[in-house]
């Protein structure tokens, strides 16, 4: 049985609502949140030693329950990845055993699906952005890249940059060098190459000459 040590005890930035306990285990350092009635019912003060049970027994009795319902509360607001939720979790002050194991149950119980998270990420984007940036944003996301591989497999820039481009030209005197570069730099930002961006653009000024 290991001994540990609660080596800090201090507020959050939400001091009223809990504390954030720092417990030494070996040369690792593991930080959770309880509120004040916790601390006294578990008689968690900063310095006290004692063995690893108190630990599991806080674990078992509070901290898994708190971060399942953590998790029920983000997701109820809006959809997260497994690495995102993940991240919030950890940011909240979990345990990185705990956040795993919080993370697993939600995809467990279908609450998290990254190919469904990245197919309406997809869906919701595809009009505004290039693949290639959406590709980007998922995997920022932590999303596999062989899931946006296999959706993004049919989809193609081509009318999306062609719609934005002509969107974005209207009433824009493409003649004005100032104005074509504003426009150069919006669908560059989309993440559009600077090719495929040079040829549409030079399409839309030819058809605006023959229609002159």
Do not use: W
């Amino acid at each position: 049985m290991q001994v540990l040590k609660i080596s800090r005890v201090f507020g959050s930035r939400k001091e009223k609502y809990f504390a954030l306990i720092y417990l030494d285990k070996s040369a690792e350092e593991t930080c959770f949140p309880l509120y004040p009635s916790e601390l006294k019912k578990y008689g968690i003060t900063e310095g006290l030693e004692c063995d690893d049970s108190l630990y599991y027994k806080i674990e078992k009795e509070v901290l898994k329950k708190r971060i399942l319902a953590r998790c029920g509360y983000l997701l109820a607001k809006c959809p997260y990845t497994e690495k995102e939720l993940k991240d919030k979790l950890l940011k909240d002050h979990y345990p990185a055993k705990l956040a795993d194991m919080a993370v697993l149950k939600m995809k467990d119980l279908s609450y998290i699906d990254d190919e469904d998270f990245a197919s309406r990420y997809i869906e919701l984007n595809k009009a505004k952005k290039s693949m290639k940036l959406i590709r980007k944003e998922l995997e920022q996301k932590g999303v596999d890249k062989s899931i946006t591989d296999e959706i993004c497999a049919d989809d193609s820039d081509e009318e999306t940059l062609s719609a934005l481009a002509n969107k974005k030209c209207r009433g824009v005197d493409l003649s004005d060098v100032k104005q074509k570069n504003r426009v150069y730099r919006f669908l560059l930002s989309r993440g559009f190459s600077f090719e495929a961006v040079s040829a549409i653009l030079e399409k839309i000024i030819g058809q605006s000459e023959r229609e002159a």
